[in-house]
């Protein structure tokens, strides 16, 4: 997904389709995709679910209790996390 200014980027970097945020709705659409990475975080799980293609497996790494948030958040920056660290409540 990219912006209309930067498709063709995009393009050149090897995507195979680009989607045009700004003029295409990527879930309203007939395509299903292999991975979606929303880094922006503005579309619901459901929503990202429906234009999947196969299962859904969510990774968790680790689950720290609520009093070793602090270690949790020491373990995020570190750089080494493979999926998701979770707070226990």
Known sequence: ???????DL??????ERVVDYTSED??????QYDL???????????RLRRTLSGRVAPSLERT?????V???LRHLRSGTVRGKVAVTL
């Open 1 to 7: 997904m990219a912006s209309t200014a930067k498709v």
């Open 10 to 15: 995009v393009r050149s970097l090897g995507a």
């Open 26 to 31: 990527f879930a309203g659409g007939p395509h």
């Open 36 to 46: 979606i990475l929303d880094i922006g975080g503005n579309s619901t799980l459901t």
């Open 64 to 68: 720290y209790p609520l009093e070793q």
């Open 70 to 72: 602090p270690d949790a």
